[in-house]
């Protein structure tokens, strides 16, 4: 597959076809490593990481204070129906 090198105000980019893009798995706006070895331009797509809910809690310091903020609305008084 030939593509061209455009230029694209003072860089250049290489527009990747449709069908180049779905067989990586690739969409736009996705970040992408490049890099350059043995005289050639290798371009890997970059997947990024899913998280699970306990992953992203391990993370969390549960001696850190609630925010000023999330503590004055926990004290809020009910004004309708959402009162449990």
Do not use: F
């Not at 593509?3 to 779905?22: M, V, W, Y």
């Not at 736009?28 to 699970?52: C, W």
């Amino acid at each position: 597959m030939e593509t061209a090198i455009r230029k694209l105000g003072n860089s250049a980019g290489i527009i990747l076809p449709a069908a180049l893009l779905r067989s990586l798995k690739c969409e736009v706006g996705q970040i992408i490593e490049i890099e350059v070895e043995d005289g050639r331009l290798v371009v890997t797509p970059t997947r990024r990481k899913r998280y699970t809910a306990a992953e992203l809690n391990a993370q969390c310091n549960r001696r850190t204070p609630m925010p000023e903020d999330l503590v004055a609305w926990d004290r809020a008084p009910s004004v309708g129906s959402e009162a449990l």
